[in-house]
């Protein structure tokens, strides 16, 4: 066991269809604290850098539109967790990138979509592992943000 980080970010269709409380009661669940928490109005900038390891795919733009909220709302609701094995408790709650595939009472199983543009609109993002969590939080967050000193 080991005291992780995660970064969730609940994405501008999980905003406009108001999940934001159902996410964090769900999230709860795994008694993480959380430790910084911000509205973020995503610019290209910052949505291309976050997903930087899929600017080779073909749905990349249509991806960039999604986050910064062109589909929906100009926000994004930016949340730092902490605690034991952070990321793997978060993501078995998230679901399956494919909202299709995920368990349908996980967070993207019940409230995630595959467009017909392409793109699954699934609602949150959550940290794959420690190391990007900590590239993912350098990026969104400022250190004075955090209630701790993280990293
Ligand atoms: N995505 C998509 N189609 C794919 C793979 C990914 O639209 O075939 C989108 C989806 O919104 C996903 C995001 O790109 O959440 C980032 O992809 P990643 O592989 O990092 O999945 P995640 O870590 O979010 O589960
Ligand atoms: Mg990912």
New binding site residues.
Partial sequence: MKVEQCLVLIKPDGLVKSLTGDIISKLSETQLVIVGAKIVQVTKELAEEHYQ?LREEKFFGELIRYIMGEFHTKRVLALVYQGEDATAKIRKIVGA?NPELAEPISIRGKYGRVTTRGVFENVV?A??SQK?AEREIKLWFRPDELVNTIF
Avoid: A, R
Wanted: charged share 35%; glycine share 0%; no cysteine.
């Fill in positions: 390891h990138t993002h940290s794959e990007e």
